[in-house]
């Protein structure tokens, strides 16, 4: 099992990949799924690598398989079958089953026996039953061919690599919604600066008026009206007194007038960050109501994000050609005394793990020769490493944040060379803020968001969240920080 490797392993007429957690299994059915592997695949063929490279980047997709489409009943039942549950015998977990099949066996598609991707649909529907199915093809199959009785409805290569091929990239619409991932669990991700500083403002509106209706503290008790101490997690010995009606009184409460300010926030937990992804969502994603209501460091919430985003950034980077990727907040975790959402943790977060995903896909590039020279890399590429150095600052003249983002890959002289070094270690730049497209241009679009500044320093990526200190209009001696927009 591939387990937490975001490569494809070989085996045999079959590319698999997986891990440990999500539910979505994707299986695809093609004679040429092995085009995956080519970077310089026919046209008929670049429909194929997108579903992988995207599906795989959410996190409830647990495994992705290719596997080779037969032309007989034979090797249909006595090879294919057998592969695929064998396969997903080894994946395990809960599974949710997806299956796109080509339809031909080949090019010639006025031949109706070479559609024999209707014969392994129709068979797989017994063998797996509850799973969903689509053609995944060029052009479709002969309407005398199909099951009326069991539409099937057909996506398109060609539509699926146009999609891909965007700036922005992503899968058609029909695809997405083949996968249940046409509606994805609200995000925190694409609330801006300004609003997030509203929705901050609100909190602490609502939290006064709790505090007042349920006086839970004297006018003059410093603090008081920082109610979140008063819920599950939020950090403080209160939170075990307070019976649970009054406790889902105020978080009903809190979450109307958030809602009133972003949306998404209806759909957030309640009290605690979530592990697992819902419907496409990160945990990272949702910060919980009880989060957006907590100005002080008890609930540990940015740490809480930082380290669901630093586990799913590990597992996307292990790669035959090992990343090893480290955080300073690992190193020293009481680093944070601001440990609260003064700023939009989830945007900032969501372009971290953009441009994460971005430098394994270079990574992989490095093994082909051309491409190594192109980026300078002179011996064979044995690993890459990936660095967050993140700093708290707290002085007179400037209060924040900065996080300063290292990367660079590592070669080998394997072949014993003479006219070259032993060993090499290339930075791998970052393109400033008006040069870059792709990827990296939508992680810095999430770091505008987030309200943070953008600079590149030599081979460094340097993001910069300033802060303002705030004194509660009520106690002055009660005093917060707040994202101040850059």
């Given at each position: 099992m591939s387990a937490n490797n975001h490569t494809l392993e070989r085996r045999g007429k079959s590319l698999v990949w997986s891990r440990d957690t999500g539910s979505r299994v994707i299986v695809i059915i093609d004679d040429e799924f092995l085009q995956v592997l080519n970077?310089?695949?026919?046209?008929?063929?670049?429909?194929?690598?997108?579903?992988?490279?995207?599906?795989?980047?959410?996190?409830?997709?647990?495994?992705?398989?290719?596997?080779?489409?037969?032309?007989?009943?034979?090797?249909?039942?006595?090879?294919?079958?057998?592969?695929?549950?064998?396969?997903?015998?080894?994946?395990?977990?809960?599974?949710?089953?997806?299956?796109?099949?080509?339809?031909?066996?080949?090019?010639?598609?006025?031949?109706?026996?070479?559609?024999?991707?209707?014969?392994?649909?129709?068979?797989?529907?017994?063998?797996?039953?509850?799973?969903?199915?689509?053609?995944?093809?060029?052009?479709?199959?002969?309407?005398?061919?199909?099951?009326?009785?069991?539409?099937?409805?057909?996506?398109?290569?060609?539509?699926?690599?146009?999609?891909?091929?965007?700036?922005?990239?992503?899968?058609?619409?029909l695809m997405l919604e083949f996968f249940d991932v046409d509606r994805p669990s609200p995000t925190a991700s694409t609330i801006d600066a300004a609003t997030w500083k509203k929705l901050r403002a609100t909190a602490a509106k609502v939290c006064r008026l709790i505090n007042v209706e349920s006086r839970l503290h004297d006018a003059g008790d410093a603090g008081g009206w920082m109610w979140a101490h008063h819920l599950p997690h939020g950090g403080d010995w209160w939170g075990t007194l307070v019976p649970e009606e009054r406790q889902r009184l105020w978080t009903d409460q809190l979450r109307e007038a958030l809602y009133s300010v972003a949306p998404a926030a209806d759909q957030f937990p309640d009290y605690t960050w979530e592990l697992e992804a819902d419907n496409g969502a990160a945990g990272w994603e949702r910060p919980p109501i009880r989060a957006l209501a907590q100005f002080d460091e008890y609930g540990r919430d940015l740490s809480a994000a930082f380290h669901l985003l630093k586990n799913e950034v590990g597992s996307i980077i292990k790669n035959d050609v090992t990343i090893l990727f480290a955080s300073s907040l690992s190193a020293n975790p009481e680093s944070l005394s601001r440990d609260y959402l003064w700023f939009n943790m989830s945007a900032l977060a969501r372009g971290l793990f953009i441009l994460a995903h971005s430098f394994r896909g270079e990574v992989n590039k490095a093994h082909d020769e051309r491409e190594k020279?192109?980026?300078?890399?002179?011996?064979?590429?044995?690993?890459?490493?990936?660095?967050?150095?993140?700093?708290?600052?707290?002085?007179?003249?400037?209060?924040?944040?900065?996080?300063?983002?290292?990367?660079?890959?590592?070669?080998?002289?394997?072949?014993?060379?003479?006219?070259?070094?032993?060993?090499?270690?290339?930075?791998?730049?970052?393109?400033?803020?008006?040069?870059?497209?792709?990827?990296?241009?939508?992680?810095?679009?999430?770091?505008?968001?987030?309200?943070?500044?953008?600079?590149?320093?030599?081979?460094?990526?340097?993001?910069?969240?300033?802060?303002?200190?705030?004194?509660?209009?009520?106690?002055?001696?009660?005093?917060?920080?707040?994202?101040?927009?850059?």
């Open positions: 970077p310089r695949r026919p046209v008929r063929a670049t429909g194929l690598r997108p579903v992988f490279e995207y599906m795989s980047q959410l996190p409830d997709t647990r495994a992705v398989g290719y596997f080779f489409l037969p032309d007989n009943d034979q090797h249909m039942k006595e090879r294919l079958y057998p592969d695929i549950e064998g396969w997903l015998k080894e994946v395990g977990g809960t599974q949710r089953l997806y299956f796109l099949v080509d339809v031909y066996h080949g090019h010639d598609a006025s031949d109706e026996r070479s559609a024999f991707g209707v014969n392994v649909l129709k068979y797989f529907r017994t063998c797996f039953p509850g799973s969903k199915f689509a053609y995944l093809n060029t052009g479709g199959a002969p309407a005398r061919l199909l099951d009326v009785g069991f539409p099937v409805r057909s996506i398109l290569k060609g539509d699926v690599a146009q999609a891909y091929g965007l700036d922005s990239p992503t899968l058609p619409k020279q192109r980026i300078g890399l002179q011996l064979p590429c044995i690993g890459a490493r990936l660095f967050w150095h993140i700093t708290e600052m707290d002085d007179a003249e400037h209060k924040g944040l900065q996080i300063r983002i290292h990367q660079y890959l590592l070669g080998w002289n394997k072949n014993k060379e003479k006219d070259k070094p032993c060993f090499q270690r290339l930075d791998y730049p970052f393109l400033s803020e008006y040069e870059a497209t792709g990827q990296v241009k939508k992680a810095y679009e999430y770091f505008r968001l987030s309200g943070a500044k953008i600079d590149v320093q030599d081979q460094t990526l340097l993001l910069t969240l300033r802060a303002a200190e705030c004194r509660d209009e009520i106690n002055p001696n009660v005093s917060y920080w707040e994202v101040v927009e850059q």
